[in-house]
């Protein structure tokens, strides 16, 4: 076994704490900081979700296709900002310094309509700007093994980015990651660097899992969205959203290309099938 892998077993019990440890997460790129969140914040996130949940979600969400775990429906004014609880930028400031941005803010669910798995990946490579990036997941459900929370190969930020987008292959690497699959009680929160390898199995007690996502970043940035702490380090910006607009021809813009040829040809040869040709 790689000696680097042996330090990150031994880190294992260390990765998770009421104090964010930067030298361990720099290691692990892992950390789960627990009952850091004023208690009667959280009881008012959980309120909030609850009643969007009755009151919108509830009658039939617009599933995303692309990714069912992540929320595409507007977050109510109580759920939207939470990036701006004073706790996430104090304990950000050791690993980002004083300037800190807010990339996006998401929310990730499994209930009933995206109970399924999400396979092993990394964030990265579907971000724009700098890729010193981390996703911070709140949890305002509880969140276990059995209703599909997420789990972390500790260590594998090391690799940065691996140059495509999709379900990585662990088994075809020399180094095997250590996992760790922590549990969460409302309110504790999962700073994760955005190269770590991550994946998640299906929902199958039928408790919802509910977290949010916010990605954060030094402010220096040009792709920060709203600042979250100190001055912007950057006077040029530009957005994310969209960003096919930049190029002229790009991966995803053939996908999508290849996508439209691909049902006209299906479309084409069902006429032909049924002796309808035009
Ligand atoms: O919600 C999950 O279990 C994982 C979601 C995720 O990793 C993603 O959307 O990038
Ligand atoms: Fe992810």
Same mark, same amino acid.
């Given at each position: 076994m790689h000696d680097t892998v042996k330090s990150l077993e031994a880190m294992i019990p260390a990765l998770s704490s009421g104090t964010f440890n930067v030298d361990v997460f720099r290691k692990?790129?892992? %950390?789960v900081v627990r009952n850091a969140v004023p208690r009667a914040v959280v009881e008012a996130w959980q309120d909030e979700w609850k009643s969007f949940y009755s009151a919108v979600l509830e009658k039939g969400r617009d599933v995303n296709r692309a990714n069912p775990v992540s929320l595409n429906e507007q977050l109510p $004014?109580?759920? !939207?900002?939470m990036y701006r609880e004073p706790v996430f930028a104090t304990t950000l400031k050791p690993l980002m310094g004083e300037h800190i941005a807010l990339?996006?803010? =998401?929310?990730? +669910?499994? @209930?009933?309509l995206s109970a399924n798995k999400v396979f092993l990946h990394q964030d990265s490579c579907y971000h724009a700007g700098n890729s010193n990036k981390c996703s911070v997941f709140v949890a305002i459900s509880a969140v276990n093994k059995d209703n599909g929370g997420m789990? %972390?190969?500790?260590?594998?930020? !090391?690799?940065?980015?691996l140059g495509d987008a999709g379900e990585i292959?662990?088994?075809?690497f020399d180094v095997q990651w250590p996992t760790v699959t922590p549990e969460l009680a409302p309110g504790d929160f999962v700073i994760m660097d955005s190269r770590l390898w991550h994946e998640s199995g299906p929902n199958v007690s039928g408790i919802d =899992? +509910?977290? !949010? @996502?916010? &990605? +954060?970043?030094p402010a220096d940035d040009p792709t920060g969205q709203?600042? &979250?702490?100190? $001055?912007?380090?950057? @006077? &040029? %910006?530009f957005s994310p959203k969209n960003i096919t607009q930049h190029f002229v021809n790009s991966r995803i813009l053939k996908i999508v290309k290849y996508e439209k040829e691909l049902a006209q040809l299906k479309a084409d040869a069902a006429h032909i099938a049924i002796g309808t040709t035009e």
């Open positions: 692990t790129g892992v %950390f $004014e109580g759920l !939207a900002h990339y996006n803010h =998401r929310f990730v +669910i499994k @209930d009933a789990t %972390f190969h500790v260590g594998s930020h !090391a690799l940065g980015s292959n662990p088994a075809s =899992r +509910i977290m !949010a @996502d916010m &990605i +954060i970043q709203e600042l &979250i702490c100190g $001055e912007w380090q950057t @006077d &040029i %910006f």
